[in-house]
């Protein structure tokens, strides 16, 4: 399995959306990208990152929801 790691610079200067480096929370799978992300990192739960800490992990987009009810 190969891990791609993604340069958010370069990905959010090619958006018109160049609002979102200043986002609040980017869910992710891969580790690298949240410790690059100035916002809250939340790891998406997948077979390459199990060993991962330091992130909120999310099983599934039901714990995504349950994450963010209470700020509601």
Known sequence: ???ICVDMDEVMADT???HLRRADFL???QPCNLEKFAGQG???AAPHNLAVTGF???ENWFAVKR???PMA
């Open 56 to 58: 909120a992990r999310m």
């Open 16 to 18: 018109l959306a160049e």
């Open 42 to 44: 939340l790891l998406y």
């Open 67 to 69: 994450y963010f009810s």
């Open 1 to 3: 399995m190969r891990r």
């Open 27 to 29: 869910i992710d799978g």
